[in-house]
């Protein structure tokens, strides 16, 4: 078992180091955990010495095999309980996440198990986040940011790369969810936004910084 603060670090840690990829230096942790540098270091000591990350002083932080099982596993709960809250207690996606970041440190095995069960296994979460398998796989979808596609082109919208309520409720108010259609009819030079079509009914004008945060079916 681990502590709330453990679980929370390690995954921070997995999420900066893109999934697993590559090393995170201790100012960005410190940022995310909202806290100071120093406690950083001495909680990556702490973790260090239950063999959950790699930590060299001065030149960041990866997890162990051991650390990005545990991470994985609370991102699951997590991920499971926002399908669960969606779906069986009807709350909206935009106010699944701070609920979830405490169901997630439940430790029950047995619970996972039997919540995943009823949900009937579900792969992805309400936001279109891959949920991780019992034994840590994660199924990726064919996906690319709205940004990254060109006029004419058009797509189903799979998943959101900001799940902060705000942005939820911006694109509540504009129609679009999962599974909308979005075609791209136009892209504005001067500011990189965009004009699409959604559900070839409805025309929308999006800023660029949106178009980053939406993602669409390859």
Known sequence: ????????????????SANGTQEVNTNAIAEVMETKAASV???LRKL???????YVKYRGVSLTKEGERVALQV???HRLWEVFLVEK???????????????????????TQRLDEFLGHPRF????????????????????????MDVNEDGVVVGVNDSQPLFLQYLDK???????????????????SYEITLENKKNLLLSSEVTKNIFLSA
């Open 1 to 16: 078992m681990h502590s709330f603060t453990e679980e929370n670090y390690i995954k921070a840690i997995y999420k900066l």
């Open 41 to 43: 270091t001495d909680m």
């Open 48 to 54: 260090s010495s239950k063999n959950l990350v790699h």
């Open 75 to 77: 991102i699951r709960k």
């Open 89 to 111: 207690l009807k709350f909206n996606w935009d106010e699944v996440h701070d609920v979830a970041e405490e169901l997630e440190h439940i430790g029950s095995p047995l619970l």
């Open 125 to 148: 979460d309400p936001h279109g986040d891959p949920i991780p398998t019992e034994n840590g796989e994660i199924k990726q979808k064919k996906q690319r940011l709205l940004a990254e």
């Open 174 to 192: 504009m129609g679009i969810s999962l599974g909308s259609r979005i075609k791209v009819i136009d892209r504005i030079a001067y500011d990189n």
